[in-house]
Nanobody, 122 residues
Framework: QVQLVESGGGLAQAGGSLRLSCAASGRGFSAAAMAWFRQAPGKEREFVAAITWDGSDTYTADSVKGRFTISRDNAKKTVYLQMKSLKPEDTAVYYC???????????????WGQGTQVTVSS
């Protein structure tokens, strides 16, 4: 099973940018659909973006469309989330996940990273 470790989170100002990375180890990454979810305090985990195993298709939540971009590099076993025009409401713990299909619900994924905190100040 694939193991996932996120990095790249931190503090950003509104309007700024951050790039999250999710490094995978173990077997199965190149065949797995990957996704990013986020969870703010007191809220449920929500879908952010997903990408197919070969990167041919991506799916993005309406709340971040046009600002966030998911991509992957199978040779490096890494998936990325480029975040631009950040808003205070983007503040959350961001998690990457691996699964068989690019689902938009958390239950569709069976491997998760530990999360990385993103805080956007106004």
């Amino acid at each position: 099973q694939v193991q996932l470790v996120e990095s790249g989170g931190g503090l950003a100002q509104a309007g700024g940018s951050l790039r999250l990375s999710c490094a995978a180890s173990g077997r199965g990454f190149s065949a797995a659909a990957m996704a990013w979810f986020r969870q703010a305090p007191g809220k449920e985990r929500e879908f952010v973006a997903a990408i197919t195993w070969d990167g041919s298709d991506t799916y993005t939540a309406d709340s971040v469309k046009g600002r966030f971009t998911i991509s992957r590099d199978n040779a490096k076993k890494t998936v990325y989330l480029q975040m631009k025009s950040l808003k205070p409401e983007d503040t959350a713990v961001y998690y990457c996940a691996a699964g068989l299909r690019p689902y938009t619900v958390a239950s569709g994924y069976d491997a998760w990273g530990q999360g990385t905190q993103v805080t956007v100040s106004s």
